[in-house]
């Protein structure tokens, strides 16, 4: 099992090479013991793998209790040794390392929330809705996330058992605050056919209507004839100019076929 999985088991061990959280536990004069918050064991990092620079005291550098991102350098399970390294550690990855690993913890949470609310244990969750969920999205929390916006059936159509699916949705929505971006502009639209009114009406149902993601919403809102404000909201820009072209080109197109005109402004 990866280490950025929710469920530690103890006789997981890291690979050399990969990024790992550690609380730092005790400051020796030649390095420092870490516990690795992600797999239950105790690791090593020596002093010279502190920093490139020249270290006269640790402290400067790390403090006990402080949470650190590390490296894995070796891996010995027979001895039970691991030997980490802070300074091969970029920014970038520091950054990346902690955002994935405040996401699993959040998924955690929730997976326990739900486990208590279905009456089963954490393990039990994990193999019948975590396992297909990561295989789905990657992680927990994106899966956990699109189901707080999208709602259950993005579990269902991945092979989470209903009642499962079900009450991890309803856990994802209380306690994730879907983000959204939101863009907007002024279609004008006109048409002096003597049913115009209703064409005009037609065509903007019809750019409601466009073919969109599940989560994605548009919505037309009437200025003062023959202008008509559209906005869509998404979870991130692209999706939203996506949506939001296809909706204007389509509102467009149906009232020039209708023997009308229009027109789109951003803003």
Sequence with gaps: MRADMPIVKAEDWPEVGELVIATVERIVDYGVYVRLDEYEKEG????????????????????????????????????????????????????????????????????????????????????????????????????????????????????????L?????????????????????????????PDGVVRIRESLLNAKRVEKPRGVNVNIYVIAAPRYRIEVSARDYKEAEDVLKRAVETAINSITEAGGQGTFQRG
């Design 44 to 163: 090593f990092l020596h002093i010279s793998e502190i920093s490139s620079s020249w270290v006269k005291n640790i402290r400067n550098f790390v403090r006990e209790g402080q949470k650190v991102v590390l490296k894995v350098l070796r891996v010995n399970p027979a001895r039970g040794h691991i030997d980490l390294s802070l300074r091969r550690v970029t920014k970038r990855e520091r950054r990346d390392k902690i955002l994935l690993w405040k996401r699993s913890r959040k998924a955690e949470s929730l997976f326990r929330t739900a486990s208590r609310r279905l009456g089963i244990t954490l393990d039990e969750l994990y193999e019948k809705a975590g396992v297909p969920i990561e295989k789905a999205f990657g992680e927990l929390y994106e899966g956990l996330e699109r189901a707080a916006r999208e709602g259950v059936e993005v579990l269902l159509e991945n092979g989470v058992p209903k009642d």
């Design 165 to 193: 699916a079900a009450v991890l949705a309803e856990v994802a929505k209380e306690k994730i605050k879907v983000s959204m971006v939101k863009i907007k502009g002024v279609l004008t639209l006109t048409c002096t056919k």
